[in-house]
């Protein structure tokens, strides 16, 4: 975090643009440790009783990014006195602020790590320097590191349920990130708003985003019964009703984004079509997220990091299309192609939910939130 927000103030005051592209790559490099780590982290503070409410907090700031940031920055941009290099200034100073706190209040949660703190304090308090945690047995080298990191989470994103789960959850997320160049383009260009009121229907998605949220929480309620009949062991299925009803607002929501653009009909209307897509959106995301935690519960870590790179991929690379394939194709059919693909998906949510317990008793990354 400390290098990444670094490289924000290294964007903010470039001279050209190779040195913005130069920045922003090692800014998005370095700040992509933190965003693995979360899943893996909540999966060790919390079981699954109370895991979909924090996910559910983690998944409000991931969608609370995209939607406030660009009304943020356009009001910054439209300020002579301002301009956007005081969007990197920005955020530079919101990073050092978090990584400030975080290093305070934030300490390890890594279960075998803390079992080598309580090692070596056992071993100070009995004078018995015999004792030692396993994690201690474990001879760090190059190999193994690359193995464990890098080799793992794609073995697991090999395996059908984190492939086709992270599959749908990062398309997902490039639609939204994809509203970042289109939710403009419909108020800013279609209807003439001016730029900073062209960024509010952002908050569209925001207050869909609380009501997927307040569908997960529910759902978490209904969660702890089938976790409390199970003895207390996770039932990963039961993450997927909520996945199951966002599958359908999401992909309505963007074929009525579409073809209500025009400004023949009255704005609220692709407003709404936002506020479903915003529902639908959360409502995948988390139980994606939840669903991967408790399936490869000893392996959270990995699955999650597998899940944040190939999402990152798709959030990379569909803003960069949405200019083209509205202005060259229109945006209703536009929405149409992105609306079909989402409703092509949502089979993926359905098929787990039915057969998801048999499917992870063949993986062996999965075998073990298995019970018979």
């Not at 997320?173 to 383009?185: A, E, F």
């Not at 108020?187 to 925001?206: H, I, K, Q, T």
Request: with cysteine.
């Amino acid at each position: 975090m400390f290098v990444g927000a670094c490289f924000s103030f290294g964007t903010a005051v470039a001279k050209d643009i190779q040195t913005v592209m130069i920045t922003r790559f090692f800014g998005a490099f370095f700040s992509s440790a933190p965003v693995t780590n979360t899943g893996g982290v909540l999966g060790d503070l919390y079981d699954p009783s109370w895991r979909g409410i924090a996910m559910a907090g983690y998944a409000m700031a991931v969608v609370g990014g995209p939607c406030l940031g660009p009304i943020v920055s356009s009001a910054f941009v439209v300020n002579a006195s301002l301009g956007w290099r005081w969007t990197e200034y920005f955020t530079g100073i919101l990073q050092f602020s978090v990584l400030l706190v975080a290093t305070i209040y934030i300490d390890e949660s890594y279960p075998p790590k803390l079992l080598v703190y309580k090692a070596r304090r056992l071993r100070h308090e009995s004078g018995n320097w015999a004792l030692h945690a396993k994690f201690e047995e474990w001879d760090v080298s190059i190999v193994e590191l690359a193995r464990k990191f890098l080799l793992r989470p794609v073995q697991i994103l090999m395996s059908p349920i984190c492939f086709l789960v992270a599959l749908y959850a990062s398309f997902c997320y490039g639609i939204l990130y994809m509203q970042l160049g289109g939710v403009p383009i419909i108020f800013g260009e279609e209807r003439g708003w001016r730029p900073v009121v062209a960024s509010l229907p952002f908050l569209c998605v925001l207050i869909g985003a609380f009501l997927g949220c307040s569908l997960n929480v529910y759902n978490q309620t209904l969660y702890n019964k089938a976790y409390h009949a199970a003895g207390n062991r996770a039932v990963p299925e039961k993450r997927l009703p909520p996945m199951m009803l966002g599958s359908v607002l999401f992909s309505g929501g963007q074929f009525l984004m579409g073809w209500t653009a025009d400004p023949s009909f009255h704005w609220i209307c692709p407003c709404i079509g936002l506020v479903l897509l915003g529902t639908g959106f959360f409502t995948i995301f988390q139980a994606a997220l939840n669903y991967l935690v408790d399936t490869f519960t000893l392996y959270a870590a990995s699955a999650v990091a597998a899940n944040t790179f190939l999402r990152s991929c798709f959030a990379g690379g569909f803003p960069l299309a949405v200019a083209p394939l509205y202005h060259n194709i229109g945006i209703g059919p536009g929405c149409s192609i992105t609306g079909g693909f989402a409703a092509l998906l949502i089979p993926v949510s359905f098929v787990f939910y039915i057969y998801g317990k048999d499917i992870r008793r063949r993986s062996k990354w999965s075998r073990a939130s298995v019970y018979d």
